[in-house]
Every structure is written in C-alpha cells, then in structure tokens.
C-alpha cells in the first residue's frame, strides 16, 4: 500500500516527456481512423498525466516546506518545463480542433471537449514561454515572502496563521495585539509584495497583448474557461450583492457588536461571535480525523469511499509550522486518481472548514477521476468546483455536534452559515479590486492602495481598522494570495455560494434529492459548460435579475432567527 509521504519522485526527463509528447501528436495527426486518433489522444492524455503527477508531488512538497533547497529547485525546473510545453499543448489543440474525426470525439466525449479546446488554444503560443516562466518565479517568490513572516507571540514563534486563532479570543486586548502583529508582518512585507506585484502586472499585460487580448482581464477570463459570461455580468452580479447582501451583513455585524459587548465594531472583533469565545473543534488533527471517517462513513457510500481512501493512502498534510506555504487547497494526482488536501490547522473553527471544504473539493476530484475518461474533464471551472466544496460544507451540519461538542454544535452552525452569509460582500470586493488594477495598469501603489479603501467603503461599510494606518490606508488588499497567485479566481467563490445556498435550502428540504443533485454534478466533473452543469443539478444562473435574493432569502430568515436566539451582552 502506497502513502503520499512515501511516493517516489525523479525529476521529469524533460526532453523525453516532449519528444513522447509530439510522437502522440504526431500520430493523432496521422491517424486514419476515429480509433487511432482516439488512441493517440488518450497516449497523451496518459504523457501529460504521468508529468503532472510528478510536478504535483514537487509542489506539494515545496509548499509543506518551502524553505526546502531540493523541492524549491525542483519547481523551478519543474515551472519551467511546463512553460515550454506549451507549443506541443497549442499544436495538440490545433490538431483535436482540425481532426477529421470530430463526430466520433463528440460522439464519444461530447461538444465540451471542443468548446475548451477553442478556448485554451487562444491562451497558448510560443511567444508567451518566457513570460509564463517569469510569472511563476514571481508566484514562488511571493510564497516565500508569505511563509517566511513570523513574530514571537505569547512565548513561540508565530505565522499570519497562528496569530489568527488570538484574533478570535474572548479577551478584547489579546484579539488586538494579535491584530496589530498581523497587520505589521504584512506592512513589514508590503515593499516587497508590492514589487512582486508591479511585476506580476506587467508580465501578465505583456502576455494577453501577445496573445492579441485587449487586456489581461480577457486573457484571464479565457484561461479560466469562462465563455458563457462576460465581465460585464459579473459586474451585474456584484451589484446584486451590494444590494441585497451587503445591507442583510451591515445589520448582522450591528447586532455582533451588541453580542459581544463593544461599542463599535473592530476588525479584530469581526471573527469574534459570542462573549465566551466562539466554538472551537474538539481537537486537532488526531481527533478531527476520525470524527471525519465516521461522518463520511454515515453521509454516504460514495463519501464512505472517498474518505477511507483519503485516510489510507496519507493524502493529508494539515498542522501549521513555521516556513509552510499560508492557506489550504486540494490538488490532486491524475497517476493515482487520488487529491490531496493541504492546510494549516490552528485550532480554530476554520480546520473543521478544511474537512469539510477542501473535502468537497478532493470528493468531487475522486469521483470525477472514476466517472469521467479524459484529463479535460477530470474537473470544472472553478465556479462549479467551488460549488463541489462548499456545498459539503453545508451537507456536514448534522456532524458538528461530534466535532465541536454538542454543546457547541448551534453555536458553530450559527458562525459557520453567518460566515458563509457575511463573507460574500468581501469575496466580490476582491474581484473588483482586480478589474480595477487591470482596468487602469498604470496605478501606483499609492492608488492601488486608494481604489481598495474605495471598494471597502462600498462593500464591508462596517469594516473600522482602529486608527492601523497602513490597513486604513487600503494595505488589507495584500493578505489575499489569490491576487498573487490566482488572478481573478475570487469572484468564483461568491457565484458558488450563491449555488450552494440554494443547494442549503434544498438539503432542509429534501435532503435525498440535493445529495442526488450534487452527486450528479461531482460525477460530471468538467464534461459539460457551466451553465450545462447548473441545469444538471437544478441550481439557478446566478447571473440572472433576482437570482442572488432568491437564494439566499432562507438564508436570511434562518440568521434572523437565530440572531434573536442569542443574547446580547
């Protein structure tokens, strides 16, 4: 039996991956027949596979330790052979595009495989390799930067992650001095994020004007496979949000404030929920664990599946330490059809999140893996991947009481829909902060920093930063990796919970058919359009006049009513 800790790794033969590559290329142009040039698909299908299984054993390994020697010159190599891959990738597009054979590959895959082909084909060229080898050594030079902060708080050394379970203290004192060394190691790294930044613009502008985009904002959008909407909608849908949302949270974030027993507001009072502290899970990794084998045990056969495997094969690297990447993510092994979940526990609420977010996402990768034949469908765009996580999230309430305590399981419940509710006013403030930064390339700093100040007055009108200069002078914009790392990805997360809300009403409805709906959409995995898989599991357009009220409206009523189930101070 194989555990992740354990996986071989030897680095790709580079020259030999694109030498079989273009063989397999080759032979699918050559082909004279739907079964030879299936044939040779699937060859490279199996290629790339072995490639990318390889790179993500090196990632994930350099994200557990980044300040590794071995692994971080192993993804340097690694980012850049992928980089040169790309003209083999946009010449295997070009020849699926151009093959003769197209009836038997829809008949056999169905229209989607073309529709991403067009779509991907228009973000690779030969002209881009070195911009795209730039652009990752600035991603793992912000990570770097990000991993490498750390202060000596209450007696050990600490990271952005360990401060934030103090931010949650019932002691207001502690959740401000916790606060104010967070915000001092991001101030303290702002030149240099910054620097990274300046750089990340202008490599990512530089590549959509060879690609022939009019901006990045194009380009990006492409390489995210969004083609049945435009930036436009989503501009539609954000003002659905400051419609309809962003006044609900404001009211919510009043009555907190009276919870808790504060005057006003501040930002390190946001994520503190009750006088006696918010509810933390029973333990950490050697308890949640367990607890999440028998909650998965008893969702389903299918999450049975998942899980005992997860647990099996070690897929999991999830404490906190010091030079570890920030944040969680799923990220998966196409050799093995396994995911593989990273986080950072810090005893807080936000690790039962991973078990129940991140989870989502591996569950969705493990079956898509054994529903779906190709790689191109082993997963969606990230708006419906987002759907896959936290709609788990939502499916998981019954088993708060095992790992919280059932003392605290209404309390958690309370938080965690309260959270899902509030963050979304926040989730689109980062989208529009990235229009606006690629919309006028030319900001400086300063202005980068004045158009958030000016997003946040119109999104989070609560937020009060108590006289930190640098956070009140629109510095908060730094602490979101996704601006680094995965430009324009943040917006997904709000579409999606507008879907896994409306998935929420559904499970209190009638819990058989949402399991059965969302199952249908994990099983899909990325063979259908966006618009496709929400029909297929009887979710709404989000995009649609009124779609985020009707979603979200008992959401509303259940946090009204459990608002007026809690005390104020």
């Known amino acids: 039996m194989w555990e992740f800790p354990d996986l071989p790794y030897s680095r790709p033969d580079a020259e030999a991956v694109s030498l079989a590559y273009q063989s397999a290329i080759d032979a699918f142009a050559a082909a004279q027949s739907f079964a030879e040039a299936n044939e040779a698909y699937l060859e490279q299908d199996r290629i790339i596979g072995a490639f990318y299984t390889a790179f993500t054993i090196a990632s994930v390994r350099q994200t557990i330790d980044t300040t590794d020697a071995f692994y971080n010159g192993e993804m340097a190599f690694l980012n850049r052979a992928d980089?040169?891959?790309?003209?083999?990738?946009?010449?295997?597009?070009?020849?699926?595009?151009?093959?003769?054979?197209?009836?038997?590959?829809?008949?056999?895959?169905?229209?989607?495989?073309?529709?991403k082909a067009r779509t991907e084909a228009l973000t690779q060229s030969e002209a881009i390799i070195q911009d795209a080898i730039e652009e990752s050594d600035l991603k793992e030079e912000y990570k770097k930067i990000a991993a490498s902060c750390?202060?000596?708080?209450?007696?050990?050394?600490?990271?952005?992650?360990?401060?934030?379970?103090?931010m949650e203290d019932p002691d207001r004192e502690t959740r401000k001095a916790a606060f104010t060394e967070w915000a001092k190691l991001y101030e303290n790294a702002s030149d240099s994020l910054d620097d990274v930044y300046d750089k990340l613009i202008a490599i990512r502008r530089r590549m959509a004007q060879k690609l022939g985009f009019n901006s990045y904002i194009e380009l990006a959008y492409a390489s995210k496979g969004r083609v049945d909407y435009s930036a436009k909608d989503v501009e539609s849908f954000r003002e659905q949000v400051r419609e309809v949302i962003v006044p609900a949270v404001w009211e919510y974030k009043k009555k907190?404030?009276?919870?808790?027993?504060?005057?006003?507001?501040?930002?390190?009072?946001?994520?503190?929920?009750?006088?006696?502290?918010?509810?933390?899970?029973?333990?950490?990794?050697?308890?949640?664990?367990?607890?999440?084998?028998?909650?998965?045990?008893?969702?389903?056969?299918?999450?049975?599946?998942?899980?005992?495997?997860?647990?099996?094969?070690?897929?999991?690297?999830?404490?906190?330490?010091?030079?570890?990447?920030?944040?969680?993510?799923?990220?998966?092994?196409?050799?093995?059809?396994?995911?593989?979940?990273?986080?950072?526990?810090?005893?807080?609420?936000?690790?039962?999140?991973?078990?129940?977010?991140?989870?989502?996402?591996?569950?969705?990768?493990?079956?898509?893996?054994?529903?779906?034949?190709?790689?191109?469908?082993?997963?969606?765009?990230?708006?419906?991947?987002?759907?896959?996580?936290?709609?788990?999230?939502?499916?998981?309430?019954p088993w708060l009481k095992d790992l919280f305590g059932a003392?605290?399981?209404?309390?958690?419940?309370?938080?965690?829909?309260?959270?899902?509710?509030?963050?979304?006013?926040?989730?689109?403030?980062?989208?529009?902060?990235?229009?606006?930064?690629?919309?006028?390339?030319?900001?400086?700093?300063?202005?980068?920093?004045?158009?958030w100040s000016d997003i946040e007055r119109t999104y989070l009108p609560w937020r009060d930063y108590d006289g930190n200069a640098f956070l009140e002078g629109g510095g908060f914009w730094m602490q979101k990796q996704h601006v680094f790392l995965y430009p324009f990805y943040y917006i997904d997360y709000a579409l999606a919970q507008t879907c896994a809300f409306e998935l929420y009403g559904r499970i209190k409805a009638n819990p058989k058919q949402a399991w059965d709906d969302y199952l249908r959409l994990c099983r899909a995995g990325g063979s259908k359009g966006y618009f496709e898989l929400l029909e297929l599991a009887n979710l709404s357009n989000p995009f649609k006049p009124g779609a985020v009220e009707r979603a979200v409206g008992h959401v509303v009523e259940e946090l009204n009513a459990a608002h007026e189930g809690f005390p104020e101070a």
Not at 150 to 166: A, D, H, I, M, P
Not at 279 to 289: F, Q, T
């Open 83 to 115: 980089a040169r891959l790309m003209p083999l990738r946009k010449r295997s597009l070009d020849a699926l595009l151009a093959t003769p054979f197209r009836d038997g590959f829809v008949a056999e895959y169905g229209e989607e495989l073309f529709i």
């Open 150 to 166: 750390s202060v000596e708080f209450k007696g050990q050394t600490r990271n952005f992650y360990g401060l934030l379970k103090f």
């Open 407 to 451: 003392e605290h399981a209404a309390k958690a419940r309370f938080i965690h829909l309260c959270d899902a509710f509030s963050v979304v006013p926040y989730l689109v403030s980062v989208d529009e902060f990235q229009h606006r930064v690629f919309e006028n390339p030319g900001m400086s700093r300063k202005e980068r920093r004045e158009a």
């Open 256 to 397: 907190q404030a009276k919870r808790v027993g504060v005057d006003k507001l501040r930002y390190y009072d946001e994520n503190f929920m009750f006088p006696d502290g918010n509810a933390d899970p029973v333990g950490g990794e050697d308890a949640l664990l367990p607890i999440g084998r028998r909650m998965y045990r008893e969702l389903s056969p299918e999450t049975a599946e998942f899980f005992d495997f997860m647990l099996e094969h070690n897929l999991f690297d999830l404490n906190t330490r010091p030079g570890k990447h920030l944040g969680g993510y799923c990220t998966s092994l196409p050799d093995y059809k396994a995911p593989f979940i990273f986080s950072n526990f810090n005893g807080t609420a936000s690790d039962v999140g991973v078990l129940t977010h991140e989870a989502g996402h591996a569950f969705a990768g493990y079956t898509a893996a054994r529903s779906q034949p190709i790689l191109a469908y082993g997963g969606s765009t990230s708006e419906i991947n987002e759907i896959h996580s936290m709609g788990m999230e939502h499916f998981t309430y």
